[in-house]
């Protein structure tokens, strides 16, 4: 069954259920958009379900900066409060307020 609603949205901060990485949304696909060879680089044993909304995350872990791409099943809202540091932020959203970034220009 499609699920068409998302659950979070853009410049939410979000943690991965089990790896150690937070992000800021910054798109969402409303159910699986990448490649074939993406999607089966990811052990059968825990690859989520294609019919579901996919975050596109700036990224930060201990290590790095990145992009993530993120099914719903494997996120969490953050409220820890902390803001990420991921340099692209500022090309996106305005400064951290109350635990969310704004946008920083007009979506269509």
Known sequence: MLKTRAKYHLGQVVRHRKHPFRGVVFDVDPRFNNTEEWYDSIPEDVRPSKDQPF???????????????????NLIADYSGQPVSHPDIPDLFGP???????????LN
């Open 55 to 73: 975050y596109h995350l700036l990224a930060e872990n201990d290590q790095s900066y990145y992009v993530a791409y993120v099914s719903e099943q």
């Open 96 to 106: 951290f307020q109350d635990g969310l970034y704004p946008l920083q220009f007009q």
